[in-house]
């Protein structure tokens, strides 16, 4: 893909205008309650030709993450025509949002390799102890 003299391709910035201009508004113009989480915006993916835009989010009340969707889904015909009014591109894309459970995924990878290193360290102390208990018999 061709990059613009400054490093982005055009698509970059779009993307990057997209995830600005949605965090604006889903925090400044939903007035669904169901979206009263705190909803943080982590990335946008669009199509080439910018009719079809991934926004993959996560919130901080787990427990409202069918609400969030719900609403976010309800609310996306209004924040696609909002999204035109300050968007310089020819089609302006259909919005579907995904909540994303890569950090969720993150956490977990990192509580299980925590819970391997504190095995192995319990393991090594054990180890560590029977050769002592081995040497004082000797």
């Avoid at 889904?73 to 259909?94: C, D, I, M």
Wanted: hydrophobic content about 35%.
């Amino acid at each position: 893909m061709p990059k613009h003299s400054r490093g982005y391709a055009r698509v970059d910035r779009v993307k990057e205008q997209i995830l600005r201009e949605l965090a604006e508004l889903i925090r400044t113009g939903l007035k669904d309650p169901r979206a009263a989480s705190f909803i943080t915006l982590n990335e946008v993916e669009v199509t080439r030709d910018y009719s079809h835009a991934k926004v993959y989010y996560t919130i901080f009340d787990e427990d409202k993450r069918e609400v969030t969707q719900e609403a976010l889904e309800h609310a996306a015909g209004y924040l696609r025509s909002e999204l035109a009014k300050r968007l310089t591109v020819f089609n302006t894309p259909q919005l579907h949002f995904i909540y994303d459970e890569s950090i969720e995924r993150g956490l977990h990878i990192s509580n299980l390799i925590d819970k391997v290193a504190s095995d192995d360290q319990a393991a090594a102390q054990e180890a560590d102890d029977a050769s002592e208990a081995d040497k004082g018999q000797a």
